[in-house]
Antibody
């Protein structure tokens, strides 16, 4: 069974940093592109970042470019999101999501974690 | 950036009725349009990928159609568990974008 478990969320002051992690199990992690998607309280979904399995190429939403860094550790089946210079508008539940098919650039999400809440407030 | 506009924002229907949800893209996304369902307190669930392909385990009452800029998600006969928020997403071009969602609630 595919499992994605996020951790690392919490309360942080504006300008602060957090590192989110996603522990993956039940599938060949290294073969899949992985993604972060967030959802502000009561709002819709917003794609944040993707890391592509075959090429290790990386993409970011403009709203986080230069502040967030996505990375993966295939040996530990884990995905990370380093978030710096956090702003109030970064407050959201952050979901880790797996691409829909291995070894390709599919960019839709067939498995999701339960999410971790990040609150940016003074 | 490709903007996805979903309509209506809210759809009030009764169980057994047919639901028709729309997603319009600001430029062509070919057939690279995806639909998700989200219930309160839960992550989204993949329903349809590439406009018309049902994901694993998704009931046949869910169907998708369209290409280019206009897409439709149809639920042929609403079950009680189908009352939720539905989002479309385009995977044709970076940045990936989502529509604002359509809430299907009980009339």
């Amino acid at each position: 069974e595919v499992q994605l478990v996020e951790s690392g969320g919490g309360l942080v002051k504006p300008g602060g940093s957090l590192r989110l992690s996603c522990a993956a199990s039940g599938f060949g992690f290294s073969s899949y592109s992985m993604n972060w998607v967030r959802q502000a309280p009561g709002k819709g979904l917003e794609w944040v970042s993707s890391i592509i399995s075959r090429t290790e190429s990386i993409h970011y939403a403009d709203s986080v470019k230069g502040r967030f860094t996505i990375s993966r550790d295939n040996a530990r089946n884990s995905l990370h999101l380093q978030m710096n210079s956090l702003r109030a508008e970064d407050t959201a539940v952050y979901y880790c999501a797996r691409d829909g098919y291995p070894n390709g650039d599919y960019h839709y999400f067939d498995s999701w974690g339960q999410g971790t809440l990040v609150t940016v407030s003074s | 950036e490709i903007v996805l506009t979903q309509s209506p924002a809210t759809l009030s229907l009764s169980p057994g009725e047919r639901a028709t949800l729309s997603c319009r893209a600001s430029q062509s996304v070919s057939s690279h349009l995806v639909w998700y369902q989200q219930k309160p307190g839960q992550p989204p669930r993949l329903l349809i990928y590439d406009a018309s392909n049902r994901a694993t385990g998704i009931p046949a009452r869910f169907s998708g159609s369209g290409s280019g800029t206009d897409f439709t998600l149809t639920i042929s006969s609403l079950e009680p568990e189908d009352f939720a928020v539905y989002y479309c997403q385009q995977r044709n071009k970076w940045p990936l974008t989502f529509g604002g969602g359509t809430k299907v609630d009980i009339k």
